[in-house]
Nanobody, 125 residues
Framework: QVQLVESGGGLVQAGGSLRLSCAAS????????MGWFRQAPGKEREFGAA????????NYADSVKGRFTISRDNAKHTVYMQMNSLKTEHTAVYYC??????????????????WGQGTQVTVSS
């Protein structure tokens, strides 16, 4: 069993920055890939970014590439997402997720088997 707790969301003006954190507990953190997804009102949950077990390989959705950076600190059992130059279209609930049976990141939502409760990010114009 893996427990995930996101933090760092909030209200920010367009062009601003936020850093999301996701603290994991329950199993060996460095044994699995992690991802960030987001869900805007009325839309499907979509992939944002992911990294493999040691952070050496990352994947980004085209919509966030160049603006968002995923990283992890295995010693702290935490994955981060730095979000810069935010736009109003980035407003969503952001979820972190664990792919507990693989070291390799995936862009596919159903490859992840544990999810946090989400943190709201609201970008105002």
């Amino acid at each position: 069993q893996v427990q995930l707790v996101e933090s760092g969301g909030g209200l920010v003006q367009a062009g601003g920055s936020l850093r999301l954190s996701c603290a994991a507990s329950g199993r060996t953190f460095c044994s699995y890939a992690m991802g960030w997804f987001r869900q805007a009102p009325g839309k499907e949950r979509e992939f944002g970014a992911a990294n493999n077990w040691n952070g050496g390989s990352t994947n980004y959705a085209d919509s966030v590439k160049g603006r968002f950076t995923i990283s992890r600190d295995n010693a702290k059992h935490t994955v981060y997402m730095q979000m810069n130059s935010l736009k109003t279209e980035h407003t969503a609930v952001y979820y972190c997720a664990v792919r507990s049976h693989s070291l390799v990141a995936s862009t596919y939502r159903y490859a992840y088997d544990y999810w946090g409760q989400g943190t709201q990010v609201t970008v105002s114009s």
